[in-house]
């Protein structure tokens, strides 16, 4: 099985990947790590594609399923990760709905005062931002590529810095003593959840996996 997958890439290179996001900092990360390999990154919304439903209860369908519309709805292959914050003293929250913790519209502000409501009186501050990268080579594609990531370190009170988003600025990374937000972008890309998800699915495509 391994060795008909190798076959079937190198024979159909893959020349264009639809991104299942129009975010553009995903789009510029992401289309700097493909380059090398001659992938050129389309955002979906160039194509007109919607965003797809995010319903599940895990990173790894969410991002099945918008990986899955992209590539059915573009006739490409496509890409796209389901990301977020998970909190040990709330049994793995905000997880899949890190974006929404706070409900619509979506407010990093209002999710950050929400988070830090419900641990005002918890002494376990644990968390960790996780991320999965799921690669279709076509719609019905039987064997996606899936990657992921995670990045460990605590909740503090007092938010420092002004790089990141989200959660960033009250997430303290213990290697660093720095929140995400105090790095600068290079360290976050070699160091974040999402970088390494994405150095994983790049080296299974290099393997021809």
Request: charged share 30%; with cysteine.
């Amino acid at each position: 099985m391994i060795a008909f997958t190798k076959t079937r890439l190198k024979s159909h290179p893959m020349k264009q990947l639809v991104l299942a996001s129009s975010n553009p900092g995903k789009l510029r990360e992401f289309g700097e790590m493909f380059a090398p390999l001659g992938i050129e990154i389309i955002p979906q919304s160039k194509l007109g594609i919607p965003d797809a439903e995010e319903p599940h209860g895990t990173f790894v369908e969410n991002a099945l399923a918008k990986a899955r519309h992209a590539a059915k709805l573009s006739g490409l292959p496509a890409m796209a990760d389901d990301s977020g914050i998970c909190v040990r003293a709330l049994g793995g929250e905000p997880g899949v709905h890190s974006a929404r913790f706070a409900g619509e519209p979506k407010s990093d502000e209002r999710n950050n005062r929400k988070l830090l409501d419900l641990l005002r009186d918890k002494e376990e501050r644990r968390a960790h931002y996780y991320c999965v990268i799921v690669l279709m080579r076509h719609g019905d594609d039987p064997e996606p590529l899936i990657a992921e990531g995670a990045w460990q370190g605590r909740i503090i009170d007092t938010p420092r810095g002004a790089n990141g988003f989200g959660y960033d600025p009250y997430f303290l990374l213990p290697d660093f003593d720095k929140t995400a937000a105090e790095l600068e972008p290079s360290q976050k890309n070699l160091a974040s959840h999402r970088g390494k998800a994405l150095r994983r699915l790049l080296a299974k495509l290099k393997e021809g996996v």
